[in-house]
């Protein structure tokens, strides 16, 4: 049974309580696993924090770091570390130092027994709401075996749970201290993992409600742990009327069979130079005529370089940003994870309210990735599927490697993610560099399958009429026939053409 949004305990992480949906479920035990560095305690004092903050008490079992180096590090991030109540079970020097000479106790050697009364009675003496003990693994060390290990566990985490607690307890796994046996005593486990596209959180084992499901990015920054959930495509409200989004330029349109329909996912894909990001710009222009807002992503572009060039073929991109209608943000592919990028995405879309949006170009997007081709495809799919699920028009610029020669729709095999492609092209013809432009793939509605002489001039773009004396167009090095092709007069219903009686 799922546990009301009310009634959880946040983890005061915003990211982090979304993987959740919506926090912890009070008066259970939760785990933290991970590697050294990876964040156990900075999200044990996130958890402690959002307590005070809500008028709650917190209490911090420390059980191995020193104290005020704890306090200090916690301090520094801006928790506030004389609200929180800490119990400070460390080891001392004094346990290792007797008369200047330095002498190492087996686990056996400890008294236990002192060490419990001290916890029972912090515990007691403050009657906390939330606790966090860092790090559990630690009194592995000074119990005997195993056995005595989960036993003393185990009576830790009952005794809390009566004292009505919601707990959060860090683990290390490391070879020789296994924790997968300490699921049994949680209700919910939270996995910190460094991957090579970045550090992940993930929630393997969650009692009493559903969790998003997959590896989550998250980051450390100097306020803390940033959470970043894995895009969730969601469901369509009602039917989407599949209304036109004219590109301003008729040729184009024509091409389009009007425009392009809104809500779907179009890919403009083309050799280097070709005029892909120009076109898809053209897009925005046209939208932003109707008060409509663009956000184009730059994932291999300045912002600046793209500023002067779509100024220089008479797209009002200065008017465009005063006004509102246009948002360009520059993205460093190797600095950002594809959550975190999902994440800028949809604050675009649901906090700024973004009609179009534009990722230029796939390969740069496909770097925060680090070359997972898989998961490069599943991101993009989920991403096309979150903007198309919320009414918004998607452009993906893809670039294929060869200038000329042979013909290839995308580089990076997401044909089938797209409801549309346009296709850009270079032609050698009498040994003059041209363009062309045509449709390859439109869902919604016909198109004219024609392809068109493509210019960019200091007025903008103008599109031919169908190259229709050129043959091999798609190879990138044309022949021009002398003639127009012939075509078979239109026949009246029910009559047989003389070339098809004489065939037979």
């Given at each position: 049974?799922?546990?009301?949004?009310?009634?959880?305990?946040?983890?005061?992480?915003?990211?982090?309580?979304?993987?959740?949906?919506?926090?912890?479920?009070?008066?259970?035990?939760?785990?933290?696993?991970?590697?050294?560095?990876?964040?156990?305690?900075?999200?044990?004092?996130?958890?402690?924090?959002?307590?005070?903050?809500?008028?709650?008490?917190?209490?911090?079992?420390?059980?191995?770091?020193?104290?005020?180096?704890?306090?200090?590090?916690?301090?520094?991030?801006?928790?506030?570390?004389?609200?929180?109540?800490?119990?400070?079970?460390?080891?001392?020097?004094?346990?290792?130092?007797?008369?200047?000479?330095?002498?190492?106790?087996?686990?056996?050697?400890?008294?236990?027994?002192?060490?419990?009364?001290?916890?029972?009675?912090?515990?007691?003496?403050?009657?906390?709401?939330?606790?966090?003990?860092?790090?559990?693994?630690?009194?592995?060390?000074?119990?005997?075996?195993?056995?005595?290990?989960?036993?003393?566990?185990?009576?830790?985490?009952?005794?809390?749970?009566?004292?009505?607690?919601?707990?959060?307890?860090?683990?290390?796994?490391?070879?020789?201290?296994?924790?997968?046996?300490?699921?049994?005593?949680?209700?919910?486990?939270?996995?910190?993992?460094?991957?090579?596209?970045?550090?992940?959180?993930?929630?393997?084992?969650?009692?009493?409600?559903?969790?998003?499901?997959?590896?989550?990015?998250?980051?450390?920054?100097?306020?803390?742990?940033?959470?970043?959930?894995?895009?969730?495509?969601?469901?369509?409200?009602?039917?989407?009327?599949?209304?036109?989004?004219?590109?301003?330029?008729?040729?184009?349109?024509?091409?389009?069979?009007?425009?392009?329909?809104?809500?779907?996912?179009?890919?403009?894909?083309?050799?280097?130079?070709?005029?892909?990001?120009?076109?898809?710009?053209?897009?925005?222009?046209?939208?932003?005529?109707?008060?409509?807002?663009?956000?184009?992503?730059?994932?291999?572009?300045?912002?600046?370089?793209?500023?002067?060039?779509?100024?220089?073929?008479?797209?009002?991109?200065?008017?465009?940003?005063?006004?509102?209608?246009?948002?360009?943000?520059?993205?460093?592919?190797?600095?950002?994870?594809?959550?975190?990028?999902?994440?800028?995405?949809?604050?675009?879309?649901?906090?700024?309210?973004?009609?179009?949006?534009?990722?230029?170009?796939?390969?740069?997007?496909?770097?925060?990735?680090?070359?997972?081709?898989?998961?490069?495809?599943?991101?993009?799919?989920?991403?096309?599927?979150?903007?198309?699920?919320?009414?918004?028009?998607?452009?993906?610029?893809?670039?294929?490697?060869?200038?000329?020669?042979?013909?290839?729709?995308?580089?990076?095999?997401?044909?089938?993610?797209?409801?549309?492609?346009?296709?850009?092209?270079?032609?050698?013809?009498?040994?003059?560099?041209?363009?062309?432009?045509?449709?390859?793939?439109?869902?919604?509605?016909?198109?004219?399958?024609?392809?068109?002489?493509?210019?960019?001039?200091?007025?903008?773009?103008?599109?031919?009429?169908?190259m229709s004396r050129l043959r091999g167009i798609l190879s990138g090095t044309p022949e021009i026939v002398d003639r127009e092709p012939e075509r078979e007069p239109e026949r009246e219903p029910g009559r047989r053409s003389r070339r098809r009686d004489a065939d037979e």
């Amino acid at each position: 049974m799922s546990t009301p949004l009310a009634e959880r305990a946040s983890t005061g992480i915003a990211g982090l309580d979304e993987v959740l949906s919506g926090g912890l479920v009070p008066e259970r035990s939760y785990m933290v696993r991970g590697q050294a560095g990876s964040g156990k305690t900075m999200l044990g004092f996130h958890y402690l924090q959002q307590g005070i903050d809500e008028g709650e008490t917190a209490l911090f079992i420390n059980l191995e770091e020193d104290i005020r180096d704890l306090k200090e590090n916690a301090a520094a991030l801006g928790f506030d570390t004389d609200a929180i109540e800490f119990l400070d079970l460390s080891p001392s020097a004094d346990v290792f130092v007797d008369d200047d000479s330095y002498e190492v106790f087996e686990a056996a050697e400890v008294e236990r027994e002192p060490l419990t009364e001290k916890i029972v009675d912090g515990v007691t003496a403050v009657d906390p709401d939330r606790v966090v003990v860092d790090p559990l693994t630690q009194l592995r060390f000074l119990l005997s075996d195993d056995y005595q290990f989960r036993k003393q566990v185990v009576g830790f985490m009952r005794f809390l749970k009566d004292q009505e607690v919601t707990v959060l307890f860090t683990v290390q796994n490391t070879p020789s201290l296994p924790t997968d046996d300490l699921e049994f005593i949680t209700d919910g486990t939270i996995q910190l993992d460094a991957a090579e596209y970045g550090k992940t959180v993930r929630v393997p084992k969650f009692r009493g409600s559903s969790t998003q499901s997959g590896d989550h990015a998250y980051r450390i920054t100097d306020a803390g742990i940033e959470v970043y959930p894995a895009l969730q495509p969601g469901t369509r409200d009602g039917t989407l009327e599949f209304e036109q989004i004219s590109s301003g330029i008729p040729e184009v349109d024509e091409l389009l069979h009007g425009g392009i329909e809104r809500g779907t996912v179009t890919i403009v894909s083309g050799p280097t130079g070709v005029g892909k990001t120009t076109l898809s710009t053209q897009f925005m222009k046209e939208a932003a005529g109707r008060g409509e807002r663009s956000v184009i992503y730059l994932f291999e572009e300045n912002r600046e370089t793209f500023l002067a060039r779509s100024r220089a073929v008479n797209i009002p991109v200065d008017e465009m940003l005063a006004k509102g209608t246009l948002q360009v943000t520059e993205v460093e592919a190797l600095e950002r994870s594809p959550q975190e990028f999902a994440r800028m995405v949809r604050d675009e879309v649901e906090e700024e309210g973004a009609d179009i949006v534009m990722i230029d170009g796939i390969s740069g997007y496909r770097l925060t990735l680090r070359g997972d081709e898989e998961q490069m495809l599943q991101q993009m799919h989920a991403l096309g599927r979150y903007l198309k699920n919320a009414g918004v028009t998607g452009i993906f610029v893809d670039e294929t490697r060869n200038v000329t020669g042979e013909f290839h729709a995308t580089m990076e095999n997401i044909s089938y993610l797209a409801d549309n492609i346009v296709f850009l092209r270079h032609l050698e013809v009498g040994g003059e560099l041209r363009k062309a432009i045509g449709v390859l793939k439109k869902r919604t509605s016909d198109f004219e399958r024609t392809i068109r002489e493509f210019r960019i001039t200091e007025h903008g773009i103008t599109v031919g009429e169908p190259m229709s004396r050129l043959r091999g167009i798609l190879s990138g090095t044309p022949e021009i026939v002398d003639r127009e092709p012939e075509r078979e007069p239109e026949r009246e219903p029910g009559r047989r053409s003389r070339r098809r009686d004489a065939d037979e």
